[in-house]
C-alpha cells in the first residue's frame, strides 16, 4: 500500500514538473515596440514606446511552440521625437491617455509555421476597444549571455486599422488622403530573460 502510494506520488509531482511553467521577461533595455504611420500620403512617421512589461511563459525553456504572451504598455510614454506631435497623440484624437492609460496584448495561440516562422494570434487593447490581430513572428534563437542568464530573441511584425480601435483622428486633404493614415506598422523585437 505505502510503495504504490508512493509511486503515484511520483508520477503525479512528475506530471506536474512536466507542465511546469518556463517564464521570460522582456529586457527593457533590449526590446522595442515601434509604430510607423504615413503622413499626409507622402512618407512615414515612426515611433516608439518607452515603457512596458512583457512576459512570455512556455513548458519548455527551449520551445516556444504555444507559449503565452503578455505584454502591457504605457501609453504615455509615446515618442515620436517631436515634442507637439507626442502631446497631440496623448489626446483624445489619438490614445487619450488620460482616460485608457495602458495598451495591453495577451496571446490566443503561438504556432510554428516552418523552421524559425511563427504565426501569433493575440487580442490587442487600445483605447477599450480589443481586436485580435495576427503577429508574424521570427524566433532569432536562444542564447546563454556572458553573465549566465538565457536569453530569447523575437521580431513580431502586423499592420492594423488604428479607426479599429476607436484612435480616431481622420482629418483628409482635398484630395481624399488622410492626414494620417488608418494603416499603421508595428514591429516588436523582444529580448527575453529567463527567469
Known amino acids: 500500500m505505502k510503495k504504490g502510494f508512493f509511486f503515484t506520488t511520483l508520477l503525479v509531482l512528475a506530471s506536474i514538473a512536466s507542465f511546469a511553467q518556463v517564464k521570460w521577461n522582456a529586457d527593457p533595455a533590449h526590446t522595442s515596440i515601434i509604430f510607423g504611420v504615413k503622413h499626409l500620403g507622402l512618407s512615414y512617421v515612426q515611433g516608439h514606446f518607452n515603457k512596458f512589461n512583457g512576459t512570455i511563459e512556455t513548458t519548455d525553456s527551449t520551445n516556444f511552440q504555444n507559449a503565452k504572451v503578455d505584454f502591457t504598455v504605457d501609453a504615455s510614454s509615446i515618442s515620436t521625437g517631436v515634442d507637439q506631435r507626442d502631446g497631440h497623440l496623448k489626446t483624445d484624437d489619438f490614445f487619450n491617455v ?40 521570427t524566433y532569432n534563437g536562444v542564447i546563454k549571455d556572458p553573465w549566465g542568464l538565457r536569453r530569447a530573441g523575437f521580431t513580431a511584425k502586423t499592420t492594423i486599422n488604428r479607426l479599429d480601435f476607436g484612435v480616431k483622428y481622420a482629418d483628409k486633404l482635398p484630395s481624399g488622403v488622410y492626414a494620417v493614415a488608418p494603416t499603421v506598422d508595428i514591429t516588436v523585437n523582444v529580448e527575453a530573460v529567463k527567469q
Open 98 to 137: 488620460a482616460e485608457y492609460p495602458a495598451i495591453t496584448l495577451k496571446s490566443v495561440s503561438l504556432k510554428k509555421v516552418t523552421g524559425n516562422k511563427y504565426l501569433l494570434l493575440a487580442d490587442l487593447t487600445i483605447r477599450n476597444t480589443t481586436k485580435r490581430v495576427t503577429f508574424d513572428v
